[in-house]
């Protein structure tokens, strides 16, 4: 390369830094596994996340040594965190029909995972049945709107435990409200229309039952989170929701500010309030997707399209 320089005036280009959209450092290693929350349907993902990668062990650790080849200013705390939370990615991709990539450092993870095409597809078949394939948003290309966005926090949050360095990589939590026919479903106890018109439908068995308690447990959720914080004021629900908290004691208070935060400013008076009952309301027609206001730049895809990167 000096050489060329010096007979050509060549400059080498120089390696790539690496920074979180924050600039935020991580001074601690992710978590182990996925950290879900307790439900049985979910330690059986938790199982086969663990078989699977353990499988591909070597297609990974290509995918990490590309990643710090490309980033040499990546530390070994920041790459356990960018992992973890992309393995979260495709934790969601398990359950919803419609996942946006709300964070450009984990979408490195993504971009290198891909560039192994042949692994990366066998990877996904193994662990979740078909390949997740990536769609960035480019001209006309639908990006999430904002309810997809509250949509994602919602179903990240009954399943996971959050943490601050989760909040970190995918932005601010609270931001965008879900759209209120979803709120009256849920609120109905319609869990066909949202089983039908969110989640996938999925032929592995433990993630079907992964989806189906997913969907019960937002719905009762969602009827404790508008009972219990009814005397707070709509500052003191913001501010609290904006203080995350990553021990396991602040969890189920933050999914409750949570949840209510999701309602509408009014506190979801305006969505229907009848008492849930075993039977399930027929489905209606159509999905609730809110107005295109999320800023990611790209998404995940189940259709038979090629991949780009």
Not at 187 to 203: E, G, I, P, Q, V
Not at 217 to 229: D, G, H, L, V, Y
Request: glycine residues 6%; charged residues 25%; positive net charge.
């Amino acid at each position: 390369m000096k050489l060329l320089k010096r007979l050509f005036g060549i400059s080498p280009v120089p390696a790539k830094s690496f920074r979180t959209r924050s600039g935020k450092s991580f001074s601690t290693f992710a978590p182990e596994g996925l950290k879900f929350r307790e439900a049985e349907s979910l330690r059986q993902i938790e199982v086969r996340f663990e078989q699977v990668f353990r499988k591909h062990e070597s297609y990974w650790e290509n995918v990490k040594d590309r990643l710090f080849a490309e980033h040499p200013g990546m530390s070994e705390k920041t790459y356990s965190w960018l992992l973890f939370e992309f393995k979260r990615f495709l934790g969601m991709n398990i359950l919803l029909k419609k996942v946006g990539m709300y964070s450009s450092s984990v979408d490195e993870v993504w971009h290198a995972a891909l560039m192994f095409t042949q692994q990366y597809q066998t990877f996904c078949e193994d662990l979740l049945g078909s390949m997740v394939h990536h769609a960035p948003h480019v001209g006309n290309a639908v990006k999430p709107g904002k309810h997809d966005r509250a949509l994602f926090e919602l179903v990240y949050s009954t399943i996971f435990e959050v943490f601050d360095e989760n909040i970190t990589l995918l932005g601010k939590f609270n931001v965008h409200k879900l759209d209120p026919k979803f709120l009256n479903r849920v609120l109905s106890c319609d869990r066909a229309f949202l089983l039908d018109n969110y989640f996938k439908t999925n032929l592995i068995r433990e993630f079907e039952a992964a989806a189906a308690d997913t969907v019960s447990q937002i719905i009762e959720q969602f009827r404790t989170a508008k009972n219990r914080p009814q005397n707070r004021s709509k500052s003191e629900r913001r501010r609290a929701g904006a203080s995350n908290t990553s021990d396991s004691s602040g969890s189920d208070v933050l999914n409750t500010i949570l949840f209510w935060n999701l309602f509408n400013d009014d506190g979801g008076k305006s969505t229907r309030d009848s008492s849930c009952s075993s039977e399930s309301h027929d489905s209606g027609s159509g999905s609730s997707s809110g107005s295109d206001g999320s800023s990611s730049s790209c998404s995940s895809s189940s259709c038979g399209s090629s991949c780009s990167s």
